[in-house]
């Protein structure tokens, strides 16, 4: 087996290259790490591949002789690059890999952009069945093109391909920052776009934990995935007889409830809820088909979430890095 890993500098790229080659079931696997921007150090079983997948000539290098695929590179809100790299890259990165004599399978790290985050609200859960309603953006465009190219390889090409939709992604203190009035906030929402910079100032001032409450007047609920339940599905996915050009949505089963998490934090760490209106939508992206035919299950809820991102502390060689802004 040899895997290509696109974004391999990336979060969930690190993440999932040490536990790929840490698992007893492919110890005699090799990698194929193509890096752009950043780079990893090659050992016996890691080769890297510098280059844009934007180059034919670069995705061709990397596929050659690769049996399954991991997309992760993207890019957020750039419309030129987001065009270049994640659309173009894709087709870049498909077409080599349906001309390769290696090729097994093509697992795309997709997102809840696609069905619209909690900018676009749904009536009942969103399932993989669920309508392609992505919020503005292109971004969001990327994504959901991303996924219609792979579906159209396995008609066209009987290609084998897997995409494994996942919200936003968390690792160490990252929900500790997303919860922040300070400018160290990290993801969205936009603070600005919903209190006046007084406000935010008292409340950075005064440790207040936002309770975003959704275009109804209720607690927001949104998903979440730690990024090693990720990496696991990733892996549960690997030659999987039911992941054959197959979706599967990979996040917590119940999303993170700013109600609950306002009162637990009141609880545990003093903090003082304060609601902040939105006009969020409350979603829920189910994950029972994932745990019914891959035997996927998270393991990270949303309180260990919140508690392990506020119990994180960082040594002097462990730096906050913001691999992208949401």
């Known amino acids: 087996m040899r895997v290509l890993i696109t974004g391999a500098t990336g979060k969930v790229g690190q993440w999932f290259l040490g536990r790929f080659l840490e698992d007893?079931?492919?110890?005699?696997?090799?990698?194929?790490?193509?890096?752009?921007?950043?780079?990893?150090?090659?050992?016996?079983?890691?080769?890297?591949?510098?280059?844009?997948?934007?180059?034919?000539?670069?995705?061709?290098?990397?596929?050659?002789?690769?049996?399954?695929?991991?997309?992760m590179a993207?890019?957020?809100?750039?419309?030129?690059?987001?065009?270049?790299?994640?659309?173009?890259?894709?087709?870049?990165?498909?077409?080599?890999?349906?001309?390769?004599?290696?090729?097994?399978?093509?697992?795309l790290i997709g997102g809840d952009c696609v069905?619209?985050?909690?900018?676009?609200?749904?009536?009942?859960?969103?399932?993989?069945?669920?309508?392609?309603?992505?919020?503005?953006?292109?971004?969001?465009?990327?994504?959901?093109?991303?996924?219609?190219?792979?579906?159209?390889?396995?008609?066209?090409?009987?290609?084998?391909?897997?995409?494994?939709?996942?919200?936003?992604?968390?690792e160490k203190d990252d929900f500790r920052y997303a919860l922040?009035?300070?400018?160290?906030?990290?993801?969205?929402?936009?603070?600005?776009g919903l209190i006046d910079s007084g406000r935010r100032a008292h409340y950075t001032e005064t440790g207040r934990v936002?309770?975003?409450?959704?275009a109804a007047g209720l607690p927001l609920k949104r998903n979440f995935v730690h990024v090693s339940d990720l990496v696991e599905a990733?892996?549960?996915?690997?030659?999987?007889?039911?992941?054959?050009?197959?979706?599967?949505?990979?996040?917590?089963?119940?999303?993170v409830d700013y109600g609950i998490v306002g009162e637990h934090l009141s609880r545990t760490r003093g903090m003082t809820p304060v609601e902040i209106p939105s006009g969020m939508h409350s979603n829920i992206l189910d994950n029972a088909k994932a745990r019914l035919l891959l035997g996927w299950a998270p393991k990270v809820d949303p309180l260990s979430l919140v508690d392990m991102a506020f119990d994180y502390v960082r040594s002097s060689d462990d730096p906050r890095k913001v691999w992208y802004v949401g």
């Open 24 to 71: 007893p079931r492919w110890v005699d696997a090799t990698i194929v790490a193509l890096c752009h921007n950043r780079t990893l150090p090659e050992t016996e079983r890691v080769k890297v591949v510098r280059g844009s997948i934007s180059d034919p000539n670069v995705a061709g290098r990397a596929v050659e002789g690769v049996s399954h695929v991991f997309h």
């Open 74 to 107: 993207t890019v957020k809100e750039d419309p030129a690059n987001a065009m270049q790299v994640s659309v173009g890259g894709m087709f870049n990165l498909l077409e080599a890999f349906r001309l390769s004599p290696t090729a097994q399978q093509s697992v």
């Open 115 to 170: 069905v619209g985050h909690c900018i676009v609200g749904h009536p009942i859960p969103v399932t993989e069945d669920s309508p392609r309603l992505s919020y503005p953006g292109v971004y969001a465009l990327s994504k959901v093109l991303e996924e219609v190219m792979l579906e159209q390889y396995g008609i066209q090409y009987g290609l084998n391909w897997t995409v494994l939709p996942a919200p936003w992604i968390m």
């Open 180 to 192: 922040s009035f300070g400018p160290e906030q990290f993801g969205g929402p936009d603070w600005d």
């Open 210 to 214: 936002p309770v975003i409450t959704t």
């Open 234 to 255: 990733m892996l549960a996915a690997i030659d999987h007889p039911a992941a054959r050009q197959q979706l599967f949505n990979i996040a917590m089963t119940e999303p």
